[in-house]
């Protein structure tokens, strides 16, 4: 039982690349989430899927999109890189929205 | 505008010795207050969660209070050890359809021997 798994850990990007960070977890949770964490600020939120088949904005979803692609993975893609996104972004899973979060490890990102 | 303020923003003890965390919240409706460990280079993990009822909960050695009428709470740590140098982050949701959560910056912990 792995939890919340997100590839990759680490990753440069120059300025206008895409990428897209992967998440997966083994719980069978309904809900999965993307925050993004800056120095100085507590995690934001980026995207959340209540359930599959459904993806919302949180609260800064600009340059980012995300897929549910099924119940276990939620992955979220930048398509035209830029320095501001520079941060480490966790994932996150839920039995639902309003139950305990279980976060990744995180994925530390540098856009140069 | 809903907030979640936490005090101090750094703080070193000795191991062995006790601390509290403090977390102030400005954020309605309320649903819950959370308490979460963050290990440096790690995702962070639950300690707590509090409901507007509840105003003690314990994890082992860590002790969360809630006073939902000052909207405060405290994170207690008894008899710290090595293993509790990390950042605690009070997470306060909102509730509603959405139960959005708002994290505070948290206050890093660095136990020393």
């Known amino acids: 039982n792995a939890g919340v798994t997100q590839t990759p850990k680490f990753q440069v990007l120059k300025t206008g690349q895409s990428m897209t960070l992967q998440c997966a977890q083994d719980m069978n949770h309904n809900s999965m989430y993307w925050y993004r964490q800056d120095p100085g600020m507590g995690l934001r939120l980026i995207y959340y899927s209540a359930s599959e088949g459904t993806t919302d904005k949180g609260e800064v979803p600009n340059g980012y999109n995300v897929s549910r692609l099924n119940k276990r993975e939620f992955s979220l893609r930048l398509e035209s890189a830029a320095p501001s996104q520079t941060s480490v972004y966790f994932c996150a899973s839920s039995r639902a929205l309003n139950y305990e979060q279980y976060f990744g490890p995180g994925t530390r990102l540098t856009v140069t | 505008k809903n907030q979640v303020e936490q005090s101090p923003q750094s703080l070193i003890i000795l191991e062995g010795k006790n601390c509290t965390l403090q977390?102030?919240?400005?954020?309605?409706?309320?649903?819950?207050l959370r308490w979460y460990k963050q290990d440096t280079g790690r995702g962070p993990v639950s300690l707590t969660i509090m409901t507007f009822s509840e105003n003690t909960k314990s994890n082992g050695r860590y002790t969360a209070t809630l006073d939902a009428d000052t909207k405060q709470s405290s994170l207690h740590i008894t008899a710290s050890q090595l293993s509790d140098s990390a950042s605690y982050i009070c997470v306060v949701s909102a509730g509603g359809a959405t139960n959005k959560l708002i994290f505070g910056t948290g206050t890093l912990l660095a136990v020393q021997p």
């Open positions: 977390c102030n919240y400005t954020v309605s409706p309320f649903s819950n």
